[in-house]
């Protein structure tokens, strides 16, 4: 049985603004409506297909696993557990992992995490965390405090206390908010929903240079630049800084649910048994494919070509000079198109058009295809965008 827009609708909580084509299948970087309307995909599914749709090896490594073992409690080791936990250390240069469900239960298990390393070592009251403002680290309760967007702050009273917001580069901001309470400051090396805006380097590299001195814990969000997606490791790897604490998801999963809390050796042993813990965190099915992304793309030849697939991005669209883009925004396939018009507009022709895209902050046109797309595929995606920019110019 198919369903269309309006029935679906009936069915699930209207909490997205959702678009029309209701999505039957994927092959490659392609996405199939289910009146079998074909689309190129820029949007991975908000960063997560980064092997596209129907990955050979990732299909295959996770059904196998799905035959073998599909869960096991978490008083157990499991192996698919433990050989993702060692490479992902490996190549992260991490000590250690706790492995959650989603970017939200990541970042709220690291803020529990530094407030617990900093409660052992200097007692109570260290607490505070700082974000930046335009910011974006989930939906729960703490996760949505932490966001540093006046507008998610509303509605769901009483909020986490213990957040404080410094202004994205500006590190006098940053020295000014820093009082003595704070135990961490929680940064995207790109804002990804914010509107893809990479911090400065600079303001990066002062910042984790004074949280060293004072022992503040420097917590990455990778949820959604890590994993290769700009053609490093991780999106802080930018900026040749190190990391405290590290959050994953989306991208390791590929399609699976999948969290990670990866633990520099300073805070790997804070939490003891019963401090944390997820029923489903750990699952062997997304280990196992999420062991395959490793594999297929945390390397440094495939890392280089999605840089390179990135930088050709960039280099089309500068080329076209279209007067509707005002700048290129963003590191390899995490890319924002600063445009005059109205992001979602430019959403909605490019579906009709057979592409989807995602939008992010005020004015960003947001692209994230799949990490295994070739350069004619971004190219034919990048010719239809900025043919609808030019129709909406004449
Ligand atoms: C940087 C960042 N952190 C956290 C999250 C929340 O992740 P999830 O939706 O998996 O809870 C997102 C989701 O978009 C994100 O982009």
Not at 63 to 89: C, G, M, R, W
Not at 345 to 354: F, S
Request: charged share 25%; aromatic share 8%; glycine share 10%.
């Amino acid at each position: 049985m198919s369903y269309n827009f309006n029935e679906a609708k009936e069915h699930i909580v209207n909490s997205y603004g959702r678009l029309e084509p209701v999505i039957s299948h994927g092959e490659g970087v392609y996405l199939y409506d289910t009146n079998n309307n074909k689309y190129l995909d820029f949007t991975s599914g908000i960063g997560v297909s980064s092997l596209g749709y129907g990955h050979e090896k990732w299909v295959k490594t996770t059904s196998k696993q799905l035959k073998t073992l599909a869960h096991a409690s978490n008083i157990f080791y499991t192996e698919p557990s433990v050989k993702l936990a060692q490479e992902l250390t490996d190549k992260a240069n991490m000590s250690k992992v706790f492995f959650a469900n989603s970017g939200a239960e990541a970042n709220e298990g690291a803020i529990k995490l530094a407030r617990k390393y900093s409660y052992d070592k200097y007692g109570a009251n260290r607490s505070k965390v700082l974000t930046l403002i335009q910011s974006f680290h989930g939906r729960t309760i703490t996760t949505l405090k932490a966001t540093g967007q006046e507008k998610f702050h509303k509605y769901f009273f009483p909020f986490t206390e213990g957040f404080d917001y410094v202004k994205a580069n500006d590190i006098q901001d940053f020295k000014t908010k820093l009082s003595d309470d704070v135990c961490a400051i929680m940064l995207e090396a790109i804002q990804g929903e914010g509107g893809v805006i990479p911090l400065d380097k600079d303001f990066v590299q002062e910042l984790v240079e004074i949280c060293k001195e004072k022992d503040v814990l420097v917590i990455f969000d990778e949820v959604q630049c890590g994993i290769g997606r700009t053609g490093k490791m991780f999106g802080y790897n930018n900026f040749n800084v190190e990391a405290d604490i590290v959050t994953v998801a989306k991208g390791l999963g590929a399609g699976l649910p999948i969290g990670g809390i990866l633990c520099s050796t300073k805070v790997a042993d804070v939490f003891k048994p019963g401090d944390h813990g997820s029923t489903f965190g750990a699952n062997p099915v997304a280990c196992a494919g999420a062991l395959v992304v490793l594999d297929e793309i945390c390397n440094e030849k495939y890392l280089e070509k999605i840089a390179k697939r990135g930088a050709y991005v960039k280099e089309i669209i500068e080329e076209a000079n279209n007067p509707q883009i005002e700048a290129v925004r963003g590191f390899g396939l995490m890319i924002g198109i600063k445009v005059k018009c109205e992001p979602a507009l430019v959403q909605k022709e490019a579906i009709k058009k057979g592409l989807l895209v995602l939008t992010a902050g005020k004015d960003a046109v947001r692209l994230l295809p799949p990490l295994v797309i070739t350069k004619k595929e971004l190219k034919a995606g990048i010719d239809i965008i900025l043919e609808i920019l030019s129709n909406l110019e004449s």
